[in-house]
């Protein structure tokens, strides 16, 4: 692929933003896209290209890929968001990364597989820090431990949320807990346990969360139980 041929979508967003000046400073030259003018103004500063369209209209938004062989969708929260994009991922052949942690985007991406193949199209969700370090983690465990049914995996967050984050914990609340159980997406109490664990510098109280392992460990590794 060449380094004009992908799109970062959501680039004025803080993550995007900051992937997009990565993107740079290494001799890339995505192009930069958003809902509104302000990615024009970074796009500018870094001198790459500037597409503006919103995800309401699908032929906007298969305009706005026009060319592109791979889009990085950094515009959450994507519950709302990740469905318009992928799709229109698919029906122009531009594969599909996105940075969610959310459990019902890794689901609804999942379920559309097929689709995705019969495309010759990668959808590939959470490629940003929320399950890569403890997918890879509950993967190579699953290599150690062949015949393990239960996964447990805690971690502990260190940096301040982004604002796309803290909007997509706030719009969640309600939804409460979330666990595998039996291979099935259960839901439970918020914070229905907590323990102790130890990260390297004495144990930490940590309590559960609907985290995105919760759908991407079990894909990875066939264990029914997981708790995040």
């Given at each position: 692929?060449?380094?004009?041929?992908?799109?970062?979508?959501?680039?004025?967003?803080?993550?995007?933003?900051?992937v997009a000046?990565?993107?740079?400073?290494?001799?890339?030259?995505?192009?930069?896209?958003?809902?509104?003018?302000?990615?024009?103004?970074?796009?500018?500063?870094?001198?790459?290209?500037?597409?503006?369209?919103?995800?309401?209209?699908?032929?906007?938004?298969?305009?706005?890929?026009?060319?592109?062989?791979?889009?990085?969708?950094?515009?959450?929260?994507?519950?709302?968001?990740?469905?318009?994009?992928?799709?229109?991922?698919?029906?122009?052949?531009?594969?599909?990364?996105?940075?969610?942690?959310?459990?019902?985007?890794?689901?609804?991406?999942?379920?559309?597989?097929?689709?995705?193949?019969?495309?010759?199209?990668?959808?590939?969700?959470?490629?940003?820090?929320?399950?890569?370090p403890t997918?890879?983690?509950?993967?190579?465990?699953?290599?150690?431990?062949?015949?393990?049914?239960?996964?447990?995996?805690?971690?502990?967050?260190?940096?301040?949320?982004?604002?796309?984050?803290?909007?997509?914990?706030?719009?969640?609340?309600?939804?409460?807990?979330?666990?595998?159980r039996g291979?099935?997406?259960?839901?439970?109490?918020?914070?229905?346990?907590?323990?102790?664990?130890?990260?390297?510098?004495?144990?930490?109280?940590?309590?559960?969360?609907?985290?995105?392992?919760?759908?991407?460990?079990?894909?990875?590794?066939?264990?029914?139980?997981?708790?995040?």
């Amino acid at each position: 692929m060449s380094s004009a041929s992908f799109l970062i979508y959501g680039a004025s967003g803080y993550t995007g933003a900051l992937v997009a000046r990565e993107a740079a400073r290494r001799g890339l030259r995505p192009v930069l896209a958003g809902r509104g003018p302000a990615v024009r103004a970074l796009a500018d500063e870094l001198r790459l290209e500037a597409r503006v369209f919103g995800l309401e209209d699908p032929a906007a938004v298969r305009r706005g890929l026009d060319g592109q062989a791979l889009v990085l969708h950094c515009a959450g929260p994507f519950c709302h968001t990740s469905a318009a994009m992928a799709t229109a991922c698919v029906e122009t052949g531009a594969h599909y990364l996105d940075i969610t942690g959310e459990v019902i985007v890794f689901e609804s991406l999942f379920a559309r597989r097929r689709l995705a193949e019969q495309a010759g199209v990668m959808l590939l969700p959470g490629v940003g820090f929320d399950v890569v370090p403890t997918d890879c983690l509950a993967a190579y465990l699953k290599r150690r431990l062949p015949a393990a049914t239960w996964l447990e995996l805690a971690l502990l967050a260190l940096g301040r949320l982004s604002r796309g984050t803290l909007t997509t914990m706030v719009e969640n609340l309600h939804r409460g807990g979330l666990v595998r159980r039996g291979g099935i997406l259960t839901a439970v109490p918020p914070g229905h346990a907590t323990r102790q664990v130890d990260f390297g510098r004495g144990p930490r109280t940590v309590v559960s969360i609907p985290w995105g392992d919760v759908s991407t460990a079990f894909h990875s590794t066939g264990i029914p139980d997981v708790t995040v």
